[in-house]
């Protein structure tokens, strides 16, 4: 039984009350690992850590930075191999979606940011004759970031690298759900060198850790990406705080496909979009909205290639589609697939759970699901169920596309598939959503902004818009 540590002011720690909560292998059903139930006893710690390493590392030149964070996303590549097994175990998706997504994504992440702050320039105006008004951008100070379970290393690295970039200490809490990666990424600061304090990672439940940090009033900024009503609280519980606050929040994402669309490659990747992670990403296509001259075709052919995803042990190299992330979740999403058939919906795959042999026949499997038959307003169509289900739906015209798209609360993301470049930009531009893929999905750029509208979430993440976000600005006039 492996016992998971703290990490505060540069060394690996137990929690202060020496409490533990279990963590389970969602393919197998199995306690495998315990990490720490930290309070505010083990935050107080973590804020003298920060507190007494945040002035140094903020006045180290910003190439100082960016080399001591290349020499961290150089190590997550060292072990690579290693944080993506991790990864499969405690999160249940395959291996190698791990290896060249999660893992990739999490050095790229790091990686990035530390470029990127070399080259954060700011404004300068010269006002008449008679000044010049320039900008500063320092560091907050403290800041604290809350990443999820469902890209664990990804989401966690995609936070911390901006913060650290701009100068801050961070206090992070990874999910209590998937916190092994974050614990490894503990180690390899360690190895890497990164100066103690800088950076502080908190185990534990939202109650138990999550709100003390929310509202600590030496954090001075909360970076959360998560479920809605968790941002909700968030918003409520530091109100009057006059924190800076960025909230990356669910989604409900359409995907227009068009009867002018490459055909192939389109089934293709609405597969992707629908199914990837087991459909446990925040940007996964759940509304597949199809032209009704292709509807029965695309219908069939979409269809066949769900059917053939392999659902398996997510440690082997061939397995597509893995186990969710916990019992709780898929019972949430089996629930969901029965309230659609009570709403009139019929399952035309999928649907069920599934047994595996050996040792993953106590594993969270459920099968890819489609659904159609069901009306754009119903519980299934409009609430997120962040799972391997999706719905699909003829539509008549653009018009009626672009209604159902943005008939919902949410307003992360979206893609369209079309040949007619008037059309997508159109449509792009009518469609209610933070991001548009247009005839691609998932494509990244990290210079770009992430985020969403309605109920999706405040604020930006990526690029300058994270840099901006970590830091406060201030103008600066002098008179000649």
Partial sequence: ??????????????????????NVEPATGQVYSQI????????????SAAEAAQPEWAALSL???????TRVADTIDDHSNELAKAEAIDNGKPFMLAKNVDIYRSSANIRFFAQAITQFSSESHATGNDAINYTLRDPIGIVGCISPWNLPLYLFTWKIAPALAAGNAVIAK???????TAYLFSKICIEAGLPKGVLNILHGTGPSIGNPLTTHPKVKAISFTGGTSTGAHISRV??????????????KNPTLVFADCDFEDTVDNVVRAAFSNQGQICLCGSRIYIERPIYDKFKA????KVRELKIGDPLDADTQHGALVSKPHMEKVLSYIELAQEEGGTVLTGGKRVSLDGRCQ??????????????NSCRTNQEEIF??????????SDEEAVTLANASEYGLASSIWTSDLKRAHRVAKQIEAGIVWVNCWLLRDLRTPFGGVKSSGVGREGGLEALRFFTETKNVCIKY
């Fill in 1 to 22: 039984m492996q016992m998971l540590k703290n990490y505060i002011g540069g060394e690996l720690v137990d929690p202060v009350q020496g409490h533990y909560i279990d």
């Fill in 36 to 47: 720490p139930e930290s309070t505010s006893e083990d935050l107080e710690r973590a804020i």
């Fill in 63 to 69: 190439e100082q930075r960016a080399a001591i964070l």
């Fill in 174 to 180: 990874p999910s209590e759900i998937t916190p092994m």
């Fill in 238 to 251: 530091t109100a009057g705080m006059f924190k800076k606050l960025s909230l990356e929040l669910g989604g």
């Fill in 301 to 304: 052919a979409f269809i066949e």
């Fill in 362 to 375: 106590n594993g969270f499997f459920v099968e890819p699901t489609v659904i159609e038959g069901l009306d």
């Fill in 387 to 396: 799972g391997p289900v999706c719905t699909i739906m003829p539509f008549d």
